[in-house]
């Protein structure tokens, strides 16, 4: 045989073994376009913002239809956004009209529409993007008491006000007066109990942390739902109930409730409650300041400053001064009060305190970092300054002073000490006729606010028999001084006692 | 040049011809065998018990031990066997006396890996003796061999049981208690957190980390107060050695 005709040979061979293997390939079908199969478009609604309690509905347009009452209707709903878990589709309607009462928390969602041929078991679907915002957002919580419990009035930043926010969320007021609340605005994880008994740890809420001098309570922040009451919020009930002080920084929360300190270390899992007391024979002032490191405190019992973190359990002395500074444990004064400035690493605030043994107050300037020594000046009050008898007292942001409320017949004085080393330190900034000043506080605006929108404003709130005043006033500069008119007043019903932004 | 190509081609329509062969999957021969469980974070190869932490007048105690099965399971029951392997030994437990004996008709409907299972947590029953006051006693275990089952992963097959009614320092106290109630260990320590937190189950697992903190804050406080208390002769809280008990 000729080499040719070998060739040949082999070259048909290899021909039929790659037509043979292409035999059994069912991977080849008749391609028709989406368009012929299932014709239909929906249109008639596209991103939308919904408020929680409201109801969303929505009528699709659809074209093309044979006939719309063989095809299957689907809503439904997932979040757009999950760290950590799957997002779970929530099925919201199987009717072509969507009618949704929004009971979701604030964010954003794919709102999904899926129309289904059943004969074909095919779809067409349109996807949207859903944003839920809370009607109870940015703005301002005023804690008040009428008849004997606390309630909030909201004012949101546009003006719009929510009175009597717990009750009018169907929640039960706290017994007693306003102390604090305060926002946590993430990595909340509370336990709760299902109706089947068993119990299930949520992730990443939102939080308000509420307390009054007889109770606690901690809410979802969206819905005003109640993750906790004072009797489920201690893995160890207290025996004595004496809410004193609440705080949050970064996503560690600190508490003193009778003298004792308590915290939840946001960075590890937790169940959203409190723990067992930091150990130790002391009785804390209700004032603290936090860092991102800890809180710091003085103890009454012993007059000694310490700090502790949300993490550990042990209270911790500060370290004596290289200098021969003062020191800070076993001190001959008693506090007065101790106001926060600026909350960070580290965090800087002034004690006002009285000597224990002769007539005599001081102003510690404090930079509190860990454990280090925390006083950075220390400057006697004059004897004949009337700002460390004043029973309402707050700082200011910038400048180093101290407003506080001087009481006269005719209503309170706002006054402000300024700690500058001359005799005549205090002056004053404001009368309110027929009003007393229950709370001081100077607050600014978030730094991502826009431009025109930002403000620092000293806060006062005031109580009169007509009900509670809230006042915003102009801050010039970094000065103690402010402008003689309020920006903006808020009024209420009830007795005031604490304001809270949230922004 | 020609029978070059002719020889290439013949070459690939060979390899292209062996490469179609058809490519049968590796299949599992079934050999059902069993042995102990041996994980990080359920049992390791041995378990510590005590009744130290138990009412006084508890006289029976169950420890579960973990075993797993090898090969696919059955919709019948499978029987195994258990074997104590250190029976008469100095230090070994005696059946009847610190345990329910493996061919009491107690345990014999627990010797048994159920229909559809492949594990087992299988019920020892120790007893309170008397001599546990003063003793350690060992149960040294070993899969046995049946129709059923033969043993499995050689190193995975004996097992140990140690009980007593004396303190007994947790397995884990080592690697995990003690970032809860301090690095040392003691009989006294131990009956101290026992008595103020009401919590005993240290071979359970990890706990919440709150609850950890709670935990381990309140028996510093508790211990703080004892300390101070002088209506406690004992004060500070003290081991039989001398060693001060901490928490820190």
């Given at each position: 045989?000729?080499?040719?005709?070998?060739?040949?040979?082999?070259?048909?061979?290899?021909?039929?073994?790659?037509?043979?293997?292409?035999?059994?390939?069912?991977?080849?079908?008749?391609?028709?376009?989406?368009?012929?199969?299932?014709?239909?478009?929906?249109?008639?609604?596209?991103?939308?913002?919904?408020?929680?309690?409201?109801?969303?509905?929505?009528?699709?347009?659809?074209?093309?239809?044979?006939?719309?009452?063989?095809?299957?209707?689907?809503?439904?709903?997932?979040?757009?956004?999950?760290?950590?878990?799957?997002?779970?589709?929530?099925?919201?309607?199987?009717?072509?009209?969507?009618?949704?009462?929004?009971?979701?928390?604030?964010?954003?969602?794919?709102?999904?529409?899926?129309?289904?041929?059943?004969?074909?078991?095919?779809?067409?679907?349109?996807?949207?993007?859903?944003?839920?915002?809370?009607?109870?957002?940015?703005?301002?919580?005023?804690?008040?008491?009428?008849?004997?419990?606390?309630?909030?009035?909201?004012?949101?930043?546009?003006?719009?006000?929510?009175?009597?926010?717990?009750?009018?969320?169907?929640?039960?007021?706290?017994?007693?007066?306003?102390?604090?609340?305060?926002?946590?605005?993430?990595?909340?994880?509370?336990?709760?109990?299902?109706?089947?008994?068993?119990?299930?740890?949520?992730?990443?809420?939102?939080?308000?942390?509420?307390?009054?001098?007889?109770?606690?309570?901690?809410?979802?922040?969206?819905?005003?739902?109640?993750?906790?009451?004072?009797?489920?919020?201690?893995?160890?009930?207290?025996?004595?109930?004496?809410?004193?002080?609440?705080?949050?920084?970064?996503?560690?929360?600190?508490?003193?409730?009778?003298?004792?300190?308590?915290?939840?270390?946001?960075?590890?899992?937790?169940?959203?409650?409190?723990?067992?007391?930091?150990?130790?024979?002391?009785?804390?002032?209700?004032?603290?300041?936090?860092?991102?490191?800890?809180?710091?405190?003085?103890?009454?019992?012993?007059?000694?400053?310490?700090?502790?973190?949300?993490?550990?359990?042990?209270?911790?002395?500060?370290?004596?001064?290289?200098?021969?500074?003062?020191?800070?444990?076993?001190?001959?004064?008693?506090?007065?009060?101790?106001?926060?400035?600026?909350?960070?690493?580290?965090?800087?605030?002034?004690?006002?305190?009285?000597?224990?043994?002769?007539?005599?107050?001081?102003?510690?300037?404090?930079?509190?970092?860990?454990?280090?020594?925390?006083?950075?000046?220390?400057?006697?009050?004059?004897?004949?300054?009337?700002?460390?008898?004043?029973?309402?007292?707050?700082?200011?942001?910038?400048?180093?002073?101290?407003?506080?409320?001087?009481?006269?017949?005719?209503?309170?004085?706002?006054?402000?000490?300024?700690?500058?080393?001359?005799?005549?330190?205090?002056?004053?900034?404001?009368?309110?006729?027929?009003?007393?000043?229950?709370?001081?506080?100077?607050?600014?605006?978030?730094?991502?606010?826009?431009?025109?929108?930002?403000?620092?404003?000293?806060?006062?709130?005031?109580?009169?028999?007509?009900?509670?005043?809230?006042?915003?006033?102009?801050?010039?500069?970094?000065?103690?001084?402010?402008?003689?008119?309020?920006?903006?007043?808020?009024?209420?019903?009830?007795?005031?006692?604490?304001?809270?932004?949230?922004? | 040049?020609?029978?070059?190509?002719?020889?290439?081609?013949?070459?690939?329509?060979?390899?292209?011809?062996?490469?179609?062969?058809?490519?049968?999957?590796?299949?599992?021969?079934?050999?059902?065998?069993?042995?102990?469980?041996?994980?990080?974070?359920?049992?390791?190869?041995s378990i510590a018990h005590t009744f130290f932490i138990q009412p006084d007048d508890q006289m029976r105690d169950t420890v579960f031990?973990?075993?797993?099965?090898?090969?696919?399971?059955?919709?019948?029951?499978?029987?195994?066997?258990?074997?104590?392997?250190?029976?008469?030994?100095p230090g070994a437990a005696i059946a009847g006396k610190h345990f329910v004996?493996?061919?009491?008709?107690?345990?014999?409907?627990?010797?048994?890996?159920?229909?559809?299972?492949?594990?087992?947590?299988?019920p020892l029953i120790v007893l309170r003796d008397p001599s546990l006051e003063l003793e350690e006693v060992r149960i040294?275990?070993?899969?046995?061999?049946?129709?059923?089952?033969?043993?499995?992963?050689?190193?995975?097959?004996?097992?140990v049981v140690k009980t007593t009614a004396m303190a007994v320092k947790p397995t884990?106290w080592?690697?995990?208690?003690?970032?809860?109630?301090?690095?040392?260990w003691g009989s006294v320590k131990m009956k101290f957190i026992i008595d103020?937190?009401g919590f005993s189950d240290f071979d359970?697992?990890?706990?919440?980390?709150?609850?950890?903190?709670?935990?381990?804050?309140?028996?510093?406080?508790?211990?703080?107060?004892?300390?101070?208390?002088?209506?406690?002769?004992?004060?500070?809280?003290?081991e039989a050695?001398?060693?001060?008990?901490?928490?820190?």
């Amino acid at each position: 045989m000729k080499l040719k005709n070998i060739l040949i040979g082999l070259g048909l061979l290899a021909l039929f073994q790659g037509t043979q293997s292409c035999i059994d390939d069912r991977g080849n079908y008749d391609y028709m376009d989406k368009d012929v199969l299932l014709p239909v478009t929906i249109s008639g609604f596209e991103d939308t913002t919904v408020v929680i309690r409201s109801t969303l509905n929505i009528t699709p347009v659809l074209e093309n239809m044979d006939d719309e009452s063989r095809y299957i209707h689907l809503w439904y709903a997932a979040p757009s956004m999950t760290a950590g878990f799957a997002p779970q589709r929530d099925t919201l309607s199987l009717k072509k009209e969507l009618s949704f009462d929004v009971t979701y928390e604030s964010g954003t969602y794919n709102l999904v529409y899926e129309l289904r041929d059943p004969k074909l078991d095919i779809y067409v679907r349109k996807q949207v993007l859903m944003t839920v915002q809370s009607d109870v957002s940015t703005g301002w919580y005023v804690m008040k008491e009428e008849n004997g419990e606390t309630d909030i009035d909201y004012i949101a930043m546009d003006g719009d006000k929510i009175e009597n926010l717990i009750t009018s969320f169907g929640q039960q007021r706290l017994k007693g007066k306003p102390i604090k609340m305060v926002y946590q605005s993430s990595r909340y994880t509370p336990s709760v109990q299902n109706p089947d008994g068993t119990t299930t740890n949520l992730v990443n809420k939102k939080a308000f942390h509420v307390f009054s001098d007889q109770d606690i309570k901690i809410f979802n922040a969206d819905n005003m739902d109640l993750f906790y009451n004072y009797e489920d919020y201690f893995y160890e009930v207290p025996e004595k109930c004496q809410p004193q002080n609440c705080g949050i920084i970064s996503t560690d929360f600190y508490a003193i409730n009778a003298g004792k300190v308590y915290s939840i270390y946001g960075m590890s899992s937790n169940s959203g409650m409190l723990g067992f007391a930091k150990p130790g024979m002391y009785e804390v002032h209700p004032d603290m300041v936090m860092s991102y490191y800890g809180v710091m405190l003085f103890d009454k019992t012993t007059s000694t400053f310490y700090n502790t973190s949300s993490s550990g359990s042990s209270m911790n002395l500060f370290s004596e001064d290289a200098n021969g500074g003062i020191s800070p444990t076993n001190m001959d004064v008693d506090m007065i009060h101790m106001l926060p400035r600026y909350e960070s690493v580290p965090s800087t605030a002034f004690a006002v305190m009285r000597n224990k043994n002769r007539d005599e107050c001081y102003v510690f300037d404090i930079s509190y970092s860990m454990s280090d020594y925390p006083f950075v000046d220390i400057d006697t009050i004059p004897v004949h300054c009337e700002m460390p008898d004043a029973q309402v007292m707050g700082t200011s942001l910038y400048a180093s002073c101290i407003y506080y409320a001087k009481k006269e017949s005719d209503g309170d004085v706002l006054k402000v000490y300024k700690n500058v080393k001359i005799d005549n330190r205090e002056s004053e900034l404001k009368r309110f006729p027929g009003e007393e000043i229950v709370y001081i506080v100077n607050l600014t605006s978030s730094y991502n606010t826009p431009e025109d929108e930002k403000f620092n404003h000293l806060v006062v709130l005031t109580n009169s028999d007509s009900g509670w005043k809230l006042y915003r006033f102009n801050v010039i500069g970094q000065t103690p001084e402010i402008e003689p008119e309020p920006v903006v007043v808020y009024s209420g019903t009830g007795k005031a006692g604490y304001v809270m932004l949230r922004n | 040049m020609k029978i070059v190509i002719a020889n290439i081609l013949i070459f690939l329509l060979v390899v292209g011809t062996i490469s179609c062969k058809e490519n049968t999957a590796l299949e599992y021969e079934n050999d059902p065998a069993l042995f102990f469980e041996n994980s990080y974070y359920t049992q390791r190869d041995s378990i510590a018990h005590t009744f130290f932490i138990q009412p006084d007048d508890q006289m029976r105690d169950t420890v579960f031990v973990e075993i797993l099965t090898m090969g696919y399971p059955t919709d019948t029951d499978r029987p195994f066997v258990l074997e104590q392997v250190n029976a008469g030994q100095p230090g070994a437990a005696i059946a009847g006396k610190h345990f329910v004996a493996f061919d009491d008709p107690e345990m014999t409907a627990h010797l048994v890996i159920p229909k559809g299972s492949v594990r087992k947590s299988f019920p020892l029953i120790v007893l309170r003796d008397p001599s546990l006051e003063l003793e350690e006693v060992r149960i040294e275990l070993k899969i046995g061999e049946n129709e059923y089952f033969r043993p499995g992963i050689e190193t995975w097959t004996n097992f140990v049981v140690k009980t007593t009614a004396m303190a007994v320092k947790p397995t884990t106290w080592d690697s995990y208690w003690k970032y809860t109630f301090g690095p040392t260990w003691g009989s006294v320590k131990m009956k101290f957190i026992i008595d103020n937190t009401g919590f005993s189950d240290f071979d359970g697992g990890y706990l919440a980390s709150d609850y950890g903190d709670y935990l381990g804050s309140k028996v510093q406080q508790k211990l703080l107060e004892y300390n101070a208390n002088p209506n406690n002769p004992d004060r500070p809280l003290k081991e039989a050695d001398g060693t001060i008990v901490t928490f820190e």
